[in-house]
């Protein structure tokens, strides 16, 4: 069967040709994008109208775009079918495609084929993609050959990944040769990455290796250290709460500035991500909205106690950060 399955569509002509160049035109925009949160119901089931209001609310306050089904929406505690009902159920509910960078990286490269595909088919800005996590010790060989085969089963010409380099969850890395060897190998199809490594060094060096190379910092951070370099901007669980504040160091850069408003990111920044960020996003939602469904993820992810709770508000009041609902 597998054998079948990874010999059934020849690669793409001239897929392999290092002379082309990366795409003239890219359909994610630059800037800030939240890592949305999925609300759920009493039956741990997504919350369809509630995670589209949620949407909606991030778009209206600027940001420029939502990673959809990503570690921060719980995407690897769905099905595959329950990835794509949520999908559609998102776009249906007036959210623009275009502005959706999608989740799909999944242990099974048929299950990868599967969500890439039925994202691609709507339209979507792009596709996240996590390496196959569950092996350790995976070879840049091994890698490789993974995006070969999705690349060839999915269909190449049009397809824009952006590899998800999260190596505290997945204990795979990116490296910057490997990324180098993906951009030169598909130039149209691997264009960025969303960087969750929390290593400058890391971001820096894909950055200045790989000119053109569209990349997402994943904290808040290094937003203007990325943008200054040449990135794209930030794909962050974080902004759920604060892509107000991400927002005015986007703006303030493109003015030519944007310290100042870094300098406050960053301690709201670490203010969150002394906590879960799931269990503790979704807390603070549910205590500030007073919509207590916010309360609801699957497990293994918890909420955070109470205790931890209080305290974090009480961190985030200290530091003048006020309710936004």
């Not at 990286?105 to 599967?114: F, H, M, P, R």
């Not at 999260?166 to 990455?193: D, Q």
């Not at 699957?298 to 909420?303: A, D, G, L, S, Y």
Request: with cysteine.
């Amino acid at each position: 069967m597998f054998a079948s399955f990874i010999a059934t569509t020849a690669l793409a002509k001239g897929s392999t040709d290092k002379n082309r160049s990366m795409p003239n035109k890219t359909k994610l925009p630059n800037g800030v994008f939240t890592a949305a949160l999925t609300p759920m119901d009493n039956n741990l089931n997504a919350d369809y109208p509630r995670l589209v209001n949620h949407l909606k609310w991030l778009l209206s306050g600027g940001n420029d775009g939502i990673g959809l089904l990503g570690s921060t929406g719980e995407a690897n505690s769905f099905s595959v079918e329950e990835r794509m009902h949520i999908l559609d159920a998102v776009i249906g509910g007036g959210i623009p495609a275009d502005k959706l960078i999608v989740g799909t990286g999944c242990c099974s490269i048929t299950d990868t084929v599967t969500l890439t595909r039925h994202a691609h088919s709507k339209g979507v800005g792009g596709i996240l993609v996590l390496p196959p996590f569950y092996y350790k010790g995976i070879t840049d060989t091994g890698l490789e050959t993974y995006f070969a085969k999705l690349l060839e089963k999915a269909g190449e010409n049009e397809l824009q990944i952006y590899l998800y380099h999260f190596p505290k969850l997945t204990g795979l890395p990116y490296s910057a040769s490997l990324c180098e060897r993906l951009v030169a190998k598909y130039p149209r199809n691997i264009i960025g990455m969303k960087d969750s490594g929390g290593d400058w060094l890391h971001m820096e060096e894909i950055l200045k290796a790989i000119p053109g190379f569209r990349l997402y910092t994943g904290n808040e951070k290094f937003l203007l250290s990325t943008l200054k370099a040449g990135g794209a901007g930030c794909i962050t669980a974080g902004a759920n709460l604060i892509s107000s504040e991400a927002v005015m160091v986007y703006k303030a850069w493109r003015q030519g500035s944007g310290e100042k408003e870094q300098s406050r990111l960053s301690v709201l920044r670490e203010t969150l991500e002394a906590y879960p960020f799931i269990g503790s996003l979704k807390y603070i939602f549910a205590k500030w909205s007073g919509i207590d469904s916010w309360l609801n993820l699957r497990p293994p992810n918890v909420i955070i106690s109470e205790d931890q709770g209080k305290m974090l508000e009480q961190k985030l009041k200290q530091i003048n950060f006020s309710n936004p609902f």
